[in-house]
């Protein structure tokens, strides 16, 4: 008897209180009884079928790659996904793992038939086109109303929503100005957080949210249609909100101001001019500490805690780390007794091809490639696949060096490199370096 996984989805909770997930199961039920399947799991899930991170949609590539199961059953194409791309990549990933699909509503695309491939091709596009075509009506809807002034999205802190307009909540609005007025007198974006217990990107969103001088705005960001991440997509456009304003346009434009002030202000410290990037702790707050420069001393620079502020001079620290690490390194015959193992195995060059097929299989669903030129790098591509699976099976004996030799071929003219090859040979034999005061420093070797 074949055991079959049964994956249900609807787009939104609505579809689900109108019992749409149920009667999906009720029919898909009786679709495995009458095939004399055997139920090995039910996957329900609410989201939408453009995205790949989905909790269900994760679950079921899970079980297809443990090969827990002989049939994959949907109800329709579309509950399964509306995106080609993912679509193609989970039908070969069946492929791969020997299982078969079957639709409760649409016979024709079972994978024992010949039309099956021509169908899921036009049908996932037409889906994906479908959807493509929802979303874009959503967006115009939600765009007129934000240019009538309504606001579509949840109520920013100071305010309620009433309507779909905005409506000043007194005890939060308080608080809102409280946190505009301190920020310009020079409160800092960590006392401001601690204080009003508010996220960094929280408070960021706050201090520069046209909301508070009574505007509206839309199309500054988005989610990618494939990957489902955020992104920034501009400036977006601001309208005249029918909301009162908790900040005055002065004060508003002046935190502006100062944002653009600390951000151009703020040194971003370049990897070549520090050492010790990325090893260096503060003991007392248990944070890492990263090199900055004086504004006023250009000449001196010095690492910092990220936490309370408590630095050391570059000079003086790396001096102590770089004399510790040579006379560390000189014993060299004590290291041949510590053998580390690396694993000579075939997985990081699968995950590679895989994502050289994925890559071609897009450029192909974007029209970028001839079906002649795809058809036969997806044939290579999966011969490379059946080969380097098979390496898997059967591992290799495993090659083995032996720090000594490492350390030798890594500190060959160490004093000759430039600080990215000597932060990067530091962090692979340095766990880390703990500064417990301007006198104490502890350095922890992994060896």
């Known amino acids: 008897m074949k055991k079959a996984l049964v994956y249900l989805r609807v787009s939104d909770p609505n579809q689900e209180i109108r019992d749409s997930l149920n009667k999906q199961e009720e029919q898909t ?8 399947y055997h139920i090995f799991k039910i996957i329900k899930e609410v989201g939408s079928g453009r995205r790949n991170d989905r909790e ?3 679950e079921l590539e899970e079980e297809i790659e443990n090969n827990s199961f002989d049939v994959l059953i949907f109800y329709e194409l579309s509950r399964l996904a509306r995106n080609t791309y993912i679509l193609h990549n989970l039908i070969h990933d069946l492929k791969i793992n020997k299982i078969s699909f079957e639709s409760v509503t649409e016979n024709y695309l079972n994978s024992d038939s010949p039309t099956s491939k021509l169908m899921l091709s036009f049908i996932a596009s037409m889906a994906e086109m479908e959807s493509d075509m929802t979303s874009k009506r959503v967006q115009n809807r939600m765009k007129y109303y934000t240019s ?10 100071g305010y309620v929503l009433e309507n779909k307009i905005l409506k000043i909540n ?4 308080e608080e809102v100005k ?3 007025n301190e920020f310009l007198k020079g409160a800092s974006y960590a006392d401001l957080s601690r204080e009003y217990n508010i996220s960094h990107p929280g408070l960021i969103n706050l201090l520069t949210n046209v909301a508070y001088i009574g505007k509206t705005k839309f199309g500054f960001e988005g989610r990618d249609k494939d990957t489902g991440k955020r992104f ?20 508003f434009d002046a935190v502006q101001s100062l944002i653009k002030s600390k951000s151009d202000n703020r040194h971003r410290s370049n990897k070549g001019d520090y050492l010790l990037t990325g090893i260096l702790r503060h003991n007392n707050c248990n944070m890492k500490m990263y090199g900055k420069k004086n504004p006023n001393r250009k000449d001196y620079r010095y690492y910092q805690c990220s936490s309370c502020y408590f630095s050391i001079s570059i000079r003086k620290i790396e001096k102590i780390v770089i004399d510790n ?11 041949k007794k510590n053998v580390r193992i690396k694993k000579v195995t075939p997985e990081k060059e699968v995950n590679s091809v895989k994502s050289k097929r994925k890559r071609i299989v897009q450029a192909y669903m974007d029209g970028n490639i001839e079906r002649e030129y795809y058809l036969k790098e997806i044939e290579s591509i999966d011969k490379i696949i059946k080969v380097l699976e098979k390496r898997i099976e059967t591992p290799k004996k495993e090659k083995t060096l032996t720090n000594y030799d490492i350390l030798v071929k890594l500190l060959k003219n160490f004093d000759e490199k430039d600080n990215v090859e000597k932060n990067s040979i530091l962090k692979l034999l340095i766990d880390e370096i703990i500064i417990i005061d301007r006198e104490n420093i502890e350095i922890i070797f992994k060896v």
């Open 325 to 335: 690490f040579k006379e560390y390194s000189q014993n060299l015959k004590e290291l």
């Open 232 to 251: 920034k997509g501009g400036d977006g456009t601001v309208y005249e909100g029918k909301h009162e304003s908790i900040i005055d346009r002065g004060t």
């Open 178 to 180: 409280s946190i505009y």
């Open 56 to 58: 269900g949609f994760k």
């Open 148 to 157: 009538q002034g309504f606001w579509m999205f949840q109520p920013p802190k």
């Open 170 to 173: 007194d005890n939060e609005s």
């Open 29 to 36: 039920l009786r679709y495995c009884e009458f095939k004399g």
